[in-house]
């Protein structure tokens, strides 16, 4: 798989807007059915008390914003939730959880309890749960996690401006940690939080240079909330949005590209630009984790008049080797 340099990056996402929709169209369409959609559905299982300081996040203790903190979830309201959001077209279920890390407590067994369930269900479950160990990652794909997401978010320059209670190789180390335990990674970030397009370049430059490159990858459109010290930022313009995800689909040519926070900002032109540039994937459900997302029954007639279906599950299998790079 050809790899990009900074400066091809930046060629890239600098190219005239259509020439640049048209190349990442037709690289999705030589490695993605572009009638297939990955529909997945989040539900936020331990809400708020973060002690983190992501300054783009609601859940943060260090900010009062209007989010109900809320304990774990028992498992049987993630699973009604989870046969819900399969009955609706889901195929991945993906559970969020405000901590920092992982602790080996009667908490995290009860997530092992969810995943074991869901995927017995017949459904993909991804996990975001902070930062893992090595043991931890390896626990949760005994259970039968299929995907776990943890985000770069931004550069790693940027990264500081937002973020002080962690570092960006915590980041990589819980990835690595998720790889070993061969559990497919879901790794992107957020634009829209005063980064330049040079942070967003840096940040798709280490993404593509993962090895091998995450399976997943969101694109998220920061969702300004009240009471964080990004609340009066400005909406990400959909151009911006159509240049990442298109630039990412180039990048990472193999890899699914979600289309995830932000949306109810967008028209559905905009999504549909967003699609043909290569997004393959969206969170539908009423919520993400705490904030709104379009009306579920509005996203089913969108993907109805695009002509978009949702893709089955464990379509490379329950363990997806499909982005495995042969070391050299
Ligand atoms: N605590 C875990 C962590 O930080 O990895 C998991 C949950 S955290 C909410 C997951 C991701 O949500 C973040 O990495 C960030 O990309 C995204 N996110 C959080 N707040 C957001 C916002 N206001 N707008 C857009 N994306 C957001
Ligand atoms: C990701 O990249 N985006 C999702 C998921 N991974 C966990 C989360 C978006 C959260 C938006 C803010 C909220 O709803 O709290
Ligand atoms: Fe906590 Fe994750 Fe929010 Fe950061 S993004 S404050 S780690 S829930």
Not at 15 to 29: E, G, I, K, Q, S
Not at 131 to 155: C, F, I, P, R, V
Request: aromatic share 6%; net charge negative; hydrophobic share 40%.
């Amino acid at each position: 798989m050809s790899k990009y340099s900074k400066e091809e990056i930046t060629e890239i996402y600098n190219m005239p807007l259509l020439d640049l929709v048209f190349r990442a169209a037709a690289v999705h369409r030589m490695f993605h059915d572009p009638a297939e959609v990955q529909v997945s559905s989040l539900l936020s299982i331990k809400t708020g008390g973060c002690s983190e300081d992501c300054g783009y996040c609601p859940q943060s203790a260090k900010y009062e914003t209007d989010v109900d903190v809320h304990k774990m979830l028992a498992v049987r309201d993630v699973m009604e939730a989870a046969s819900n959001a399969k009955a609706g077209g889901a195929t991945r279920m993906c559970l969020g959880a405000a901590w920092r890390e992982v602790r080996d407590n009667s908490d995290f067994d009860t997530v092992l309890e969810m995943v074991r369930s869901i995927t017995d269900m017949g459904m993909e479950v991804c996990c975001t749960l902070g930062m893992l160990t090595e043991s931890q990652a390896k626990k949760l794909a005994a259970a039968g996690l299929y995907a776990y997401n943890h985000n770069l978010d931004s550069s790693e320059d940027f990264y500081k401006k937002i973020i002080t209670t962690r570092k960006y190789d915590d980041r990589l180390t819980t990835i690595e940690n998720v790889r070993k335990a061969k559990v497919t990674v879901c790794c992107g970030g957020i634009i829209g939080m005063g980064e330049s397009v040079d942070d967003r370049i840096k940040m798709l430059y280490n993404l593509s240079h993962l090895n091998p490159q995450p399976e997943s990858v969101p694109i998220n459109a920061l969702v300004p909330v009240q009471g964080t010290p990004l609340e009066k930022s400005k909406l990400v313009s959909i151009w911006e949005m159509v240049r990442m995800i298109a630039t990412t689909r180039i990048v990472m040519s193999k890899s699914v590209v979600r289309l995830s926070a932000g949306r109810t900002q967008m028209s559905l032109e905009g999504q549909a630009l967003c699609f043909l540039s290569g997004a393959n994937s969206i969170f539908a459900g009423d919520k993400l984790l705490t904030t709104p997302n379009p009306d579920f029954n509005e996203d089913i007639e969108m993907l109805k008049l695009f002509g978009l279906k949702s893709r089955a599950p464990f379509k490379h299998g329950k363990v997806d080797t499909s982005l495995e790079e042969v070391s050299a």
